[in-house]
């Protein structure tokens, strides 16, 4: 019990340092915790530790995520609107079709090589 209280509660070791505290192997730490886990249907994960710092923390990284992904998406529809203005731009002054309409076939000068 005194390793599932440091290892879940205070959190103060990791299971090399707890294994090398007690003086027991690795393998036998880490099955005590995970029988521990398993017979409190998961939570000793969350036993001890702050759910509410870690998932406001979890928040936090989540907005920002969404903040970046907001801007990265202005971004990229910015420059989709400024590759169609330039298309169009081109088209009137050079007065060429550069688009092609859905469906037409490849240009006559077209042709592969062998």
Partial sequence: MEIVREYYLEGQHNQS????????????????????????????????????????????ALRKEVLDLKKKLYEE???????????DVAEEMFNIQIRKKAGTGQSKGCTKTK
């Avoid at 340092?17 to 393998?27: F, H, P, T």
């Avoid at 529809?77 to 298309?87: E, V």
């Fill in 17 to 60: 340092a707890l294994a090398r505290k007690y003086g027991i192997g690795m393998v036998t730490v880490h099955d005590i915790l995970r029988t521990f886990a398993a017979e409190n249907n998961k939570s000793a994960l969350l036993m001890g530790k702050d759910t509410n710092t870690s998932e406001s923390e979890e928040i936090k």
């Fill in 77 to 87: 529809t910015m420059r989709a609107d400024l590759y169609g203005t330039m298309i």
